[in-house]
């Protein structure tokens, strides 16, 4: 006959097997909300963000354990902060999310800054890149750039250069542009240089040409541009070289969405020579940047080449991993900020970390001209400058 003894011994340990192993939490699965624009114009810079990210997930989907991380994707359609709070809203609400990501315009993320505060829900942005839009909420974290932080040292470098005295502005007019304008202006600075006019073009579809031949009338050493990045850096690239600026002795330089790296092919020749200020270029001289640029090509075609856009969803993606890998299951909108003030990180473009006091990004720039390397074109750098701070905070 079983024993009373024996008989709760052996219920026990059915019970015991249907349970987790002592020691073991349960797998969490996290959700992060992606809003980028995927569709209109700016189509590319979106599907960029969006292919940057999947592929941080693949290259490290074994790094949480058995936690996953489920990429919820939503089309803002461009610069439409009305549909990008729409779409937060719905990401927060409906769908449950524990990030908000991605972002190209910054009055989209200046739209959803007030929801990520309301819901506590921590929002990493990937491009927009006005330096006041991590205030506009505590729970807001960057890892792209900003404006000031990739202008200033360009401005910097012209300054130096004995051959540009003087400098026309020409940028996209939204914030971002017209804080590259001021960036750029009060950078460029020395005995015999100066500014000696600037112009504002529509951040959609502008006509680069009547803008282009203003400045060619103008005779500056050189022109200075802010853009986007897209199709519009093709666009105004075709416009410079028909209407023979470069002829006419004006030297071209800007920031790197001027000579995006998806669009080089389609610039030609043109585009040789371009000195630009960035912080990520294909051909950064890297372990991981050669590690991401072939698990890219794996992964989307051999043809297929990432920009800065990439990178931002990549890395936004892998502060996002590390805040979870650090709160072992213990995530919170606070904490999960809180983790990611205090991270760093070997990326493709260099070394990064989130600056504890602004949650901004701190990187490398980099000064780079577009050369004829391996049979394409691409922009090599020549310069850096190191750990560069947003200088809009200083402020």
Known sequence: MTSFRSLVLGTAVAIAALLPMAGTAAAKAYKVGLIASLSG????????????????????????????????????????????????????????????????????????????????????????????????????????????????????????????????????????????????????KGAGKSVVSSVRVPVQSPDFVPFLQKVKDAKPDALYVFLPGGTQSTALMKAYQSLGLKEAGVRLIGSGEVTVEDELPNMGDAALGVVTGFHYSTAHDSKANADFLKAWQAAYGADSVPTFMAIGGYDGMAAIHGAIAALKGKLTGEAAVEAMRHWSAESPRGPIAIDPDTRDIVQNIYIRRVEKTDGGLRNVEFETFKAVKDPGKAK
């Open 41 to 188: 114009p700016t189509a590319s810079l979106g599907q960029q963000i969006e292919r940057g990210a999947r592929l941080y997930q693949q290259m490290h989907k074994n790094d949480l354990g058995d936690d996953t991380v489920e990429l919820i994707v939503r089309d803002d359609t461009g610069p439409a902060p009305d549909v990008a709070k729409r779409l937060a809203q719905e990401l927060v609400v409906r769908d449950h999310v524990d990030f908000l990501a991605g972002i190209i315009f910054t009055p989209n993320a200046n739209a959803i800054a007030p929801i990520a505060t309301q819901a506590k829900v921590p929002f990493v942005i990937m491009n927009a890149a006005a330096s006041a839009t991590t205030k506009a909420s505590p729970y807001i974290v960057r890892v792209s750039q900003t404006i000031g932080q990739f202008t200033q040292p360009l401005a910097q470098w012209a300054s130096q250069q004995p051959d540009i005295r003087t400098v026309y502005t020409l940028v996209s007019d939204y914030a971002p542009g017209l804080e590259a304008e001021e960036a750029f202006t009060t950078g460029f």
